[in-house]
């Protein structure tokens, strides 16, 4: 079973790029994440996935500023021209045959 | 457009039972696999149950204690859970495909004498 591990804050300036990174557990390098965003009191919301390979797809209506990449067993998250709107935590998930998991989340903080 | 709608939360006695409901529209529900997802007040998310066809899965902290169905004619996806102690108690959302898609908005369960 995979394990995820993420940063458990990060911040930036408004108007500067971020790029918040998520990395799967050793020998689980092809796996597909998703990242999920989550503003204070408000349910999560699904911004991407990201493959092994780097290429990404996101869901409907997230901010062309919102990329992803990837690199070994390192799947990342970029936020380009960061708006206060995206002060929230952050948060990576994958599964395997039977199961589901999220890494511990990063805050991010835009100054 | 999809939309998830969570109930059946409230405030239960250790030991006890409740079920949860999560009614979907917007899509295909019987083509999608759907899980159960948890926080607890100040933490992060954790993946409580999930289902794909007939074929359940789940946390071992809720093995044996929770059960996840889904009436595909009544497009809803439910979560009967017994045995409940103070740490089941978080919001419960429901969320939809292997990626967490689409969520909804969260139903509280609080378990408290």
């Known amino acids: 079973q995979p394990v995820l591990t993420q940063s458990s804050s990060a911040s930036a300036s408004l108007g500067s790029s971020v790029k918040l990174t998520c990395t799967l557990s050793?020998?689980?390098?092809?796996?597909?994440i998703a990242w999920h965003q989550q503003l204070s009191g408000k349910a999560p919301r699904f911004l991407m996935k990201?493959?092994?390979?780097?290429?990404?797809n996101k869901g409907s209506g997230v901010p062309d500023r919102f990329s992803g990449s990837s690199f070994g067993v390192d799947r990342y998250l970029i936020i380009s021209n960061l708006q206060s709107e995206d002060e929230a935590d952050y948060y990576c998930?994958?599964?395997?045959?039977?199961?589901?998991?999220f890494g511990g989340g990063t805050r991010l903080t835009v100054l | 457009e999809v939309q998830l709608l969570e109930s059946g939360g409230g405030l239960v006695q250790p030991g006890g039972s409740l079920r949860l409901s999560c009614a979907v529209s917007g899509f295909t529900f019987s083509t999608y696999a759907m899980s159960w997802v948890r926080q607890a007040p100040g933490k992060g998310l954790e993946w409580v149950s999930g289902i794909s066809g007939s074929t359940t899965y789940y946390a071992d902290s809720v093995k044996g204690r929770f059960t996840i169905s889904r009436d595909n004619s009544m497009n809803t996806l439910y979560l009967q859970m017994n045995s409940l102690r103070a740490e089941d108690t978080a919001v419960y959302y429901c969320a939809r495909d292997r990626v967490f898609d689409s969520w909804g908005q969260g139903t509280l369960v609080s378990v408290s004498s």
């Open positions: 998930e994958t599964w395997d045959s039977n199961s589901w998991v």
């Open positions: 050793s020998g689980h390098n092809n796996y597909i």
């Open positions: 990201v493959e092994g390979s780097g290429r990404y």
